[in-house]
């Protein structure tokens, strides 16, 4: 599984504004809807249980909210770069300014914790981190999620 099976340019935001973890996970869940189909409240209800069983703040910065939802086939995936660090409850209690939001089928199996497995290696690559900290637009952090040379004009 590659990341651009599952992320698309569209699923990538570059400043999202936000103020808190539960303004980041509606920010991203009104993303996710769109992309999926399904109303953002199911998506961010979702979230929201899975943020109850604990953090999905995995330490440096970044957070890699996920769950499983009725109503889609196939796995979903959106970026979001913060406008500013927030308190995620991160296992190291840093604050978080990357999230990487991982939407499964319920009957997804393996290919969900394959997907999450895959996130979870890149984003602890800080050299990865801190050129996505560096990227102001989507195509940039687009081509850095998904090891996609970027078209620079000439």
């Known amino acids: 599984m590659e990341i651009a099976e599952i992320l698309n340019l569209s699923g990538v935001i570059p400043a999202l504004k936000t103020g808190s973890k539960k303004h980041a996970l509606q920010g991203i869940s009104d993303v996710a809807a769109k992309l999926t189909g399904l109303h953002e409240r199911t998506v961010f209800d979702v979230l929201l249980e899975r943020e109850r069983l604990g ?66 290696r890149l984003l602890k690559n800080e050299g990865i981190c801190e050129q996505l900290r560096g990227s102001d637009t989507a195509e940039a952090l687009y081509a850095l999620l998904t090891n996609t040379p970027t078209v620079s004009a000439a």
Do not use: C
């Open 55 to 120: 953090s999905t703040g995995v330490g440096n910065g970044v957070a890699i909210p996920h769950g499983r939802l009725s109503g889609i086939n196939q796995l979903y995936a959106v970026f979001a770069k913060l406008d500013k660090k927030i308190d995620f409850e991160s296992i190291d209690e840093e604050p978080v300014d990357l999230i990487f939001l991982l939407l499964a089928p319920k009957s997804a199996g393996a290919d969900h914790l394959k997907a999450l497995a895959k996130v979870s």
